[in-house]
């Protein structure tokens, strides 16, 4: 499904110390981030291992982009996944033909909302 994953031989936090680092020497800036496995254990009382997502983006690219296609922010600023299953760590990257069959019906309930407005 994924069109990149890699297991890193590191704890998560270390992961995302460098992955951040790495980045930022490319241009690019975690705007935010967002972890969806404490949300599940507040709002549903359920342990997930830890799943952090970053959403990166690199603003001078993202101009560039809007140029061609202005509405190329619903994919941009680009999620970057960090999350640990079975005592191992992971940072994954996707791609919205790689996702778009898993995310078809929440897609589809937030186009029906815009269109009732």
């Given at each position: 499904m994924f069109r990149y994953r890699r297991k890193v031989e590191m704890s998560l936090k270390e992961a995302e110390e460098k992955l951040k680092a790495k980045l930022e020497e490319k241009g690019y800036k975690v705007v935010l981030e967002f972890t969806p496995s404490e949300v599940v254990k507040a709002k549903l009382g359920?342990?997930?291992?830890?799943?952090?997502?970053?959403?990166?983006?690199?603003?001078?690219?993202?101009?560039?982009?809007?140029?061609?296609?202005?509405?190329?922010?619903?994919?941009?600023?680009?999620?970057v996944l960090l999350y640990e299953k079975e005592g191992s760590v992971y940072?994954?990257?996707?791609?919205?033909?790689?996702?778009?069959?898993?995310?078809?019906?929440?897609l589809e309930d937030v186009k029906a909302v815009i269109e009732s407005l």
């Amino acid at each position: 499904m994924f069109r990149y994953r890699r297991k890193v031989e590191m704890s998560l936090k270390e992961a995302e110390e460098k992955l951040k680092a790495k980045l930022e020497e490319k241009g690019y800036k975690v705007v935010l981030e967002f972890t969806p496995s404490e949300v599940v254990k507040a709002k549903l009382g359920v342990e997930m291992e830890p799943y952090r997502i970053l959403y990166v983006c690199n603003p001078k690219k993202f101009y560039e982009m809007t140029k061609v296609e202005y509405e190329v922010g619903s994919f941009a600023p680009c999620p970057v996944l960090l999350y640990e299953k079975e005592g191992s760590v992971y940072v994954a990257i996707n791609t919205a033909d790689d996702i778009v069959d898993v995310i078809k019906e929440p897609l589809e309930d937030v186009k029906a909302v815009i269109e009732s407005l």
